[in-house]
């Protein structure tokens, strides 16, 4: 079952290879083969050469080395040494030329192959279903996409180099074997001896390799964490015991490392002997049982030798490959499961979102299991270019009713509709392409503060008058005078910023994409109060121009809206403007404000 599953998983690891490499391992293994044989030919004809030197003979009999002579008179050659010397020096021009475009292609398919790697797993994670990216692993993410990668693709490099050297010793062999065929049957004899006696010490080197993977992953992630919290544990002086976790497990990777070290330079320490071993008892069986002449067998084992070092370099390069299978199978995991666990957007259909958005019906709970519904029962209309809020209590469902909205999740009941058609039956895509979203921790990346507004989407010609409209909408004109403002660098997700300028940021860069539709959730309420009357003179300037729905705790924040939705268990249990709520007594809204929850 052992060697089942090692053949299994060597199996899913080549064809993975194939699927991006497609022939090119094959181009390269044949290249490899052809250089062999040409050295291995080359070889063969050191010794009559030699003998013509050494007895002064410029022709030699056919009985010198007759496999050579056999050759040359096939192809009507003189076996004279001028035509030897010719031949081997051709020989070994072509086997340099041949060699270095194996070489060549080497290169090239390794680095195509990280390249096409890395996109494909981009694509596949930006087409990630929301809820299975929900439950992943922010580190171990990020070092698959970033580590892992690297070292699959030096074990591909490893594996591709395994072939070469495995076909050319391969293919000295098959010269042997039409040289001397009982020659040849006892170098396998001995080789399989060789094979199954190290067989053991790689399967070991192979477990490791997956063990430092799995602790790389983890310290990866607890690191990021780390990172991210730096502020929380720096003010609360709550270091020490992460910090002492992330020793342990750099400590335990060091170990692993030292023992998958220690095992490969044991297996190639102990290579040399073996092989001199190996030669000793061939050169032995050859001569004394088998009575093979000796200066055949003097050339027959020149030719082994050479096999030999392609062979010894094969399994240093094997021994190298399993210590990336780790890594591989890490990769080859995370594309599988991004793949089973793309989002499901069969609808073609494009909405120009001109009437409405309506919620009927819609029931929804994270876990089928659950006997508690997140949304029950929600109808909601949503008219084009009207400000809509929804408030109530931490975990009433107002953000879970925007994702359904959004497309990122979907209700288990009832349907959503934009202009009348089915969200089912829309593109996504093109659906969310009509939606900004700035949520209560800003969006910005660690660049200029032009690529944060345009997302990297910027032709001065062309998008230069739209920039600066989303600048000066968003206010950000105060602190943006000129383009040299604009190429100033935010730092380390926006470290330099106060938090209005980065929502502001935020603002700009929806503007920027000119949306039908702007989702505010809880936009502002981790600002001060100064900070978040700027940002809301902001958004107001939008009231009646675009779709605005605003998620909310503070009334500042939805005083002006066209319609107030308030939720509570999941259930939208009033709805109507400011004045009317505010003015119901008996209002839920009224109670918020009451209690100072609103």
């Not at 070290?261 to 190996?278: G, K, W, Y």
């Not at 949503?382 to 359904?404: D, E, H, Q, Y």
Request: charged fraction near 20%.
């Amino acid at each position: 079952m052992d060697l089942i599953g090692n053949l299994s998983g060597r199996l899913r690891i080549i064809k993975f290879y194939f699927k991006y490499v497609k022939f090119g391992m094959l181009f390269i293994v044949c290249l490899s083969f052809l250089t062999g044989v040409l050295e291995s030919i080359g070889v063969s004809m050191i010794f009559p050469i030699l003998q013509s030197i050494l007895e002064n003979k410029p022709k030699l009999e056919a009985t010198n080395f007759p496999i050579v002579s056999d050759v040359l008179t096939f192809f009507s050659i003189d076996y004279t040494i001028n035509n030897l010397v010719t031949i081997f020096v051709v020989l070994f021009l072509f086997k340099a030329v041949f060699k270095f475009v194996t070489g060549y292609f080497k290169l090239f398919y390794s680095s195509k192959f990280l390249l096409d790697i890395r996109k494909n797993m981009i694509k596949n994670l930006s087409g990630l279903e929301y809820t299975n990216y929900t439950k992943r692993e922010t580190g171990k993410l990020s070092s698959t996409f970033t580590l892992e990668v690297e070292n699959m693709v030096s074990g591909f490099i490893y594996f591709s180099n395994y072939l070469v050297t495995i076909f050319t010793g391969i293919s000295f062999i098959i010269i042997i074997l039409f040289i001397e065929y009982k020659f040849t049957f006892i170098i396998l004899f001995f080789g399989m001896i060789y094979y199954l006696g190290f067989k053991k010490l790689n399967v070991k080197i192979k477990n490791i390799s997956k063990e430092i993977t799995s602790s790389n992953s983890k310290f990866n992630s607890l690191l990021i964490q780390f990172i991210q919290s730096y502020k929380y544990l720096k003010s609360t002086n709550n270091f020490y015991h992460l910090n002492d976790f992330l020793k342990q497990t750099v400590v335990n990777i060091r170990r692993l490392k030292i023992q998958k070290d220690i095992r490969t330079n044991f297996v190639l320490a102990i290579q040399e002997p073996a092989v001199l071993l190996l030669v000793l008892l061939i050169v032995y069986v050859s001569v004394s049982v088998i009575k093979i002449e000796t200066s055949v067998v003097l050339m027959l084992l020149v030719l082994f030798y050479r096999s030999t070092n392609y062979f010894l370099s094969s399994q240093s390069t094997w021994n190298n490959f399993l210590g990336q299978i780790g890594s591989t199978n890490s990769v080859i995991q995370l594309e599988s499961s991004l793949i089973e666990n793309q989002e499901d957007s069969a609808g073609v259909k494009k909405v120009d979102f001109s009437k409405s958005i309506i919620l009927k019906d819609i029931d929804f709970k994270y876990s089928n299991d659950s006997m508690i519904k997140n949304l029950d029962s929600i109808n909601l209309e949503i008219p084009l270019n009207k400000t809509v809020a929804f408030v109530g209590k931490s975990g009433s469902g107002k953000s879970t009713l925007i994702n359904i909205i959004t497309g990122l999740l979907k209700p288990n009941s009832g349907n959503v509709s934009i202009d009348g058609i089915d969200l089912s039956e829309i593109n996504l895509k093109d659906w969310r392409s009509k939606i900004g979203y700035i949520a209560q921790e800003s969006v910005i990346f660690s660049d200029t503060i032009l690529n944060n507004i345009t997302s990297w989407d910027y032709n001065k010609e062309q998008d230069y008058s739209r920039l600066w409209n989303a600048i000066k909408m968003s206010h950000l004109d105060e602190i943006i005078k000129n383009d040299n403002d604009l190429n100033r660098d935010v730092g380390d997700r926006g470290v330099s910023l106060s938090g209005g300028q980065k929502q502001r940021i935020a603002i700009a860069r929806e503007l920027y994409r000119n949306p039908k539709i702007l989702i505010l959730d809880e936009a502002t309420s981790a600002l001060d109060s100064e900070t978040e009357k700027s940002i809301i003179e902001s958004l107001e300037e939008l009231n009646g121009k675009i779709t605005i729905i605003v998620i909310a705790h503070r009334l500042s924040t939805i005083k002006n809206s066209d319609i107030i939705n308030v939720i509570e268990g999941g259930i939208i249990i009033e709805s109507g403007s400011y004045d009317e709520l505010i003015n119901n007594n008996s209002s839920r809204m009224n109670e918020f404000i009451k209690m100072q929850e609103l």
